[in-house]
């Protein structure tokens, strides 16, 4: 089975960061994707809820702002519950295992590390060193294209 999601979009607003009674924090925010469309279409979005959690939630409640470009990987969640009149209802969710910067320029007064904030079990091309690749010109085989 595979449940792997890869967004990026821009978020509909401050990202909400609580603290769990056993003192773990979690960050919850939704963001605006755009769908494809082809050409003379009305532009259409997805607003997505995310929610990530201990460092993750940490960093994108300290980094991220309303209207900002975020990038995340991860899987997709779904939550039952009954609404305040008894209703079943059922929320799906992304949980956020990787959280990066979308923007790539940065407005003034903008404080943004350049680091991002992977999750603690898998690796991530965010954990590589410039060791870690072997540049081009250094490759002996032909490239296929």
Request: hydrophobic letters at 40%; aromatic letters at 10%.
């Amino acid at each position: 089975m595979l449940n792997v999601v890869v967004l990026s979009g821009r978020l509909t607003a401050d990202p909400e960061l609580k603290t769990t009674a056993n003192g773990i924090s979690v960050c919850s925010f939704s963001i605006a994707v755009e769908r494809r469309f082809k050409s003379g279409e009305e532009r259409q979005s997805d607003f997505i809820n995310i929610v990530t959690w201990r460092s993750s939630a940490e960093f994108v409640s300290k980094y991220f702002k309303k209207g900002q470009m975020i990038a995340i990987r991860g899987s997709i969640q779904t939550r039952r519950y009954q609404d305040k009149d008894g209703n079943n209802r059922t929320a799906f969710e992304v949980v956020a295992d990787d959280v990066q910067f979308a923007d790539f320029a940065r407005r003034e007064g903008d404080a943004a590390p350049v680091a991002s904030a992977p999750a603690a079990t898998p690796a991530s091309f965010s954990n590589a060193s410039a060791g870690d690749f072997t540049s081009i010109d250094e490759v002996d085989e032909d490239l296929p294209f």
